[in-house]
């Protein structure tokens, strides 16, 4: 057994204890564990403990990154202990846990660490940094939980370093009840650069969501780089101006105000293929988005020869749901299979999510190519076009070994047995499909959308409208009712939705997203709920949270 370790020397000014508390509550962690119970022993992390895991063995890759944040966590010179503990990592057999499952046990001298795959060791160390506090990759701490006590040497000048943090130990045995626990952001109308989604994917893994929906094409503008069509970053990333205000507070017939600033925004393929690593190396798999075929005025201005008007479109600064949609064709199909080749290089995921939301029917009714395609596929109807079109882009996606998402949408004219379908507008999609044998990600507005107010409108930023309170989120259940045990089973998990029109800084897009999210990974990973309790473990989180929100 080759023992990852790290062992720091140094000298002792003087020393700072936070004193401990006892807690009624057992783990303090979000989302709450399936079985746990309290020691009456301590258990203190400091530089002197040893990460221990066998190499080459799945274990191996999650102690590093352990030690790596622990490492940061004690970076400090340090006094010699008399004693050394460690954090042991044991490769386990018990079907129980699961791919995400493990056994967290806290003994006096070491904590054993048992799962049967990466993902489960991954989400034992994050329960464990959650424990003590530690914030995800080490570089926040907080003392606000009663079971946990920092020690920190001083050097006098108002610096401190942590010496160690010592908390009551527990056992924890845990395992997912959704194996797709998702969460989705909007990047088209307003963007967030490489270092603020890695930050949000920290955050994600911390509570140990593992899908991360990438909201990258919109009316707005166009978020990724396709190496065949420059057009898409040259022109279609860049929308000329952003309306000011709420789009609802207008009237009829209102001049919109734009606020006169150009907006341009896109990640190239070595940045994506950056993100995408980054959330792979914390069990999260990227779900790109690609929106088709309504949701496209951005691409039609750079690629007009794809739309029923040929011309005159413009990525929009407004929002709101827009008429220029893709013309359903051939040559289109060949345009956006294109794109999804690229997009299935960079993006190893199963599942791509092709959109298929809230496309007005207006220019396929009126262009005379959509109504031969209509025609020559024996079509009754532009609900049956738009079928069709799904239908013909899954069937690419599946020749290169991949499956579809589509939003509820795509039911209406006939879906194929193959196609999962998120249901956003309201659970009847979800039911719908899950009736009908396929599988289906619930995501309903009225619960799970975070880009609706939280609170009181009246003092809270601007939102898109609604109202999805934390209690709210925390109480919906994903399993939609008068399904039977098999049909249960196409349900195969959930998502909240951030859409992003109102949400123009990170800060706030964290404001927006917690604790809501913290509601949503305990929906979708345990299988009990206790409000109360949440709260109580949910003020635990809280300095974290606020950190987040705090402008750099
Ligand atoms: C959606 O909110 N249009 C999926
Ligand atoms: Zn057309």
């Known amino acids: 057994m080759k023992k990852v370790s790290f062992l720091l020397l140094g000298i002792i000014f003087c020393s700072g204890v936070v004193k401990a508390q006892h807690t009624e509550s057992c783990s303090d962690i979000i989302p709450a564990p399936v079985e746990c119970k309290e020691y009456k022993h301590s258990f203190e992390i400091s530089s002197q403990t040893e990460v221990v895991a066998n190499v080459n063995r799945p274990e191996y890759k999650v102690a590093k990154y352990l030690e790596g944040v622990l490492k940061k ?67 926040y701490i907080w003392t606000k939980n009663d079971s946990v006590a920092t020690k920190v040497d001083s050097i006098g000048n108002g610096t401190g370093y942590m010496v160690s943090i010592r908390r009551t130990a527990v056992k924890i045995a845990d395992y997912p009840r959704f194996s797709y626990r998702g969460k989705h952001l ?92 980054y959330a792979a190396d914390r069990y999260i798999t990227v779900i790109p988005e690609i929106e088709m075929p309504g949701h496209s005025c951005a691409v039609l201005e750079a690629y007009p020869q794809y739309s029923c008007r040929k011309s005159g479109i413009k990525a929009v600064g407004s929002w709101g749901v827009f008429e220029d949609v893709l013309c359903c064709n051939d040559s289109t199909f060949r345009f ?25 029917k207006t220019r396929w009714k009126e262009c005379p190519i959509c109504q031969r395609t209509m025609k020559e596929q024996g079509l009754k109807d532009e ?30 004219g006939g879906v194929t047995r193959t196609a999962t379908i998120m249901s956003w507008r309201g659970e009847k999609g979800g039911y719908a499909a899950a009736k009908d044998g396929n599988d289906a990600i619930m995501v309903p507005e009225q619960y799970l959308y975070f880009n609706w107010y939280q609170a009181n409108p009246e003092t809270e930023p601007l939102a898109f409208s609604g109202l999805t309170p934390l209690e709210k989120v925390y109480h919906y259940n994903p399993i939609p009712e008068g399904l039977n045990a098999e049909e249960q089973k196409h349900i195969i998990g959930l998502q909240a939705n951030t859409w992003t029109e109102y949400i123009d800084n990170f800060p706030l897009l964290m404001y927006m997203d917690y604790p809501r999210t913290a509601a949503l990974s305990e929906i979708g990973w345990s299988s009990s709920r206790d409000y109360d309790k949440f709260l109580q473990r949910l003020k635990i989180l809280t300095p974290l949270y606020r950190k987040m929100q705090q402008k750099k």
């Open 73 to 139: 966590v004690f970076s400090s010179p340090k006094h010699v202990k008399k004693y050394k503990n460690s954090i042991n990592f044991i490769l386990s057999s018990d079907k129980k846990l699961g791919k995400e499952g493990y056994v967290l046990d806290m003994g006096r001298k070491q904590i054993t660490i048992e799962a049967n795959e990466e993902a489960g060791f991954f989400y034992a160390v994050q329960s464990l940094l959650q424990l003590y506090n530690i914030a995800p990759n080490g570089d």
């Open 186 to 277: 909007d990047v088209a109308r307003h963007f967030f650069n490489v270092e603020e989604v890695k930050r949000y994917l920290d955050l994600l893994a911390y509570h140990k969501i593992n899908r991360f929906h990438w909201h990258l094409t919109d009316d707005q503008g166009w978020r990724i780089e396709i190496k065949k069509y420059p057009l898409l970053t040259q022109i279609a990333s860049c929308r000329d101006h952003t309306m000011i205000g709420h789009y609802k507070d207008y009237k009829k017939d209102e001049p919109v105000r734009y606020d006169g600033k150009k907006y341009c925004a896109f990640y190239t393929q070595e940045e994506i293929k950056e993100i995408v690593q």
């Open 336 to 360: 956006m299979e294109d794109i999804l080749s690229e997009v299935c290089e960079l993006f190893p995921s199963e599942y791509i999510h092709i959109g298929g939301d809230e496309c007005p």
């Open 383 to 412: 609900n049956e076009l738009q079928s069709y079109f799904i239908r013909t882009i899954e069937k690419f996606l599946l020749s290169k070994g991949r499956r579809i998402i589509g939003w509820d949408e795509i039911l209406d």
